[in-house]
């Protein structure tokens, strides 16, 4: 509820609040049209799961992925 009523642009998420996002039907409940950009570590998120959450938020959404526990100084991957 913190996105929709703070109208969060940008999150860093874990994996599992991703697979909640693109699966849930308690994520409906939320507006979460402010949401621009996520970047997400910790484990793989698959492009299937990249591809249904940004099917469900919109393709404009701009998700990024990192590896390992440098991930922040190390660089993300962009799935756009």
Same mark, same amino acid.
């Given at each position: ?22 699966? /849930?039907? %308690?994520?409906? =409940?939320?507006?979460?049209?402010? #949401? ?6 910790a484990a793989p998120l698959g492009k299937e799961l990249v591809a249904k959450t940004k099917a469900r938020?919109? /393709?404009? %959404?701009?998700? =990024?992925?990192?590896?390992?526990? #440098? ?10």
């Amino acid at each position: 509820s913190a996105v929709a009523t703070c109208r969060v642009t940008h999150a860093y998420v874990v994996p599992p609040i991703v697979i909640h996002m693109a699966n /849930s039907p %308690l994520a409906d =409940s939320y507006d979460l049209s402010s #949401l621009k950009w996520t970047r997400s570590a910790a484990a793989p998120l698959g492009k299937e799961l990249v591809a249904k959450t940004k099917a469900r938020y919109g /393709s404009e %959404l701009v998700m =990024s992925q990192g590896y390992g526990e #440098l991930f922040s100084v190390m660089g993300f991957i962009h799935f756009i």
